[in-house]
Structure formats: structure tokens, C-alpha cells
């Protein structure tokens, strides 16, 4: 089974950083592309940004120059470098991951997501 882990939010004022962490385990191949996405109250779930296995990314017009999305080759998790924040970044933030299933042949590939985390950007 497949799990993405979510770490990194809580509060924090107006002007301020987070950095959330998404982490991958399971019976993973390869993963294609990981997307941090958020939902705030009585709003439809966005994408913030996301990054390929080759290290593009891809930002939302609301987030451009205050998020950073980046990848530890090493240790494998997904980060979101997110700087001066603002009280409409409060969400909801989710990790989702698109991945080929270890050991499938044809390959297999699926789609997970994590649990959330919630940052409340507030004085």
C-alpha cells in the first residue's frame, strides 16, 4: 500500500514561512510527477504547485515568487518552501503523488494522496 505523509503546517502570521514536507512509502516504482494542492473553507481544492520526476515545475499564479517546490534526490520527499504568507494561503495543504506500481508489468500507474495538513496564516 501506498502512503504520502504530510508534515510542516501550523500557524503563523501574516509575512511569515512554513515549510511542509511530503514523504512516500509503499510499493512505489517510480514517481512521475508530485503536486502540493490546497482547499480552503467553502473553496474547491487548487493546485499550488508541482514538480516531474526530470525537476520542472509549475506554480499557481497566486503563489509565484512567495513558493518554492523541490525534491531531495536522496531522501525522496517533496518540499514546499512557502515565504510570506499571506491570510488567504490558509488551507488546507494535500500532497498528491502519480506513480508507477513497483513490480507491475505492463506498468501500472495510480494516483495517491496524502492526509492534509492545515496552515493558518493569522496574527
Known amino acids: 500500500q501506498v502512503q504520502l505523509v504530510e508534515s510542516g503546517g501550523g500557524l503563523v502570521q501574516p509575512g511569515g514561512s512554513l515549510r511542509l514536507s511530503c514523504a512516500a512509502s509503499?510499493?512505489?516504482?517510480?514517481?512521475?510527477?508530485t503536486g502540493w494542492y490546497r482547499q480552503a473553507p467553502g473553496k474547491q481544492r487548487e493546485l499550488v504547485a508541482a514538480?516531474?520526476?526530470?525537476?520542472?515545475?509549475t506554480y499557481a499564479d497566486s503563489v509565484k515568487g512567495r513558493f518554492t517546490i523541490s525534491r531531495d534526490p536522496a531522501t525522496k520527499p517533496v518540499y514546499l518552501q512557502m515565504n510570506s504568507l499571506e491570510p488567504e494561503d490558509t488551507a488546507v495543504y494535500y500532497c498528491?503523488?502519480?506513480?508507477?506500481?513497483?513490480?507491475?508489468?505492463?506498468?501500472?500507474?495510480?494516483?495517491?494522496w496524502g492526509q492534509g495538513t492545515l496552515v493558518t496564516v493569522s496574527s
Open positions: 509503499g510499493s512505489i516504482f517510480s514517481i512521475s510527477v
Open positions: 514538480i516531474t520526476s526530470g525537476g520542472s515545475t
Open positions: 498528491k503523488a502519480s506513480f508507477r506500481v513497483a513490480g507491475s508489468w505492463p506498468p501500472v500507474y495510480q494516483e495517491v
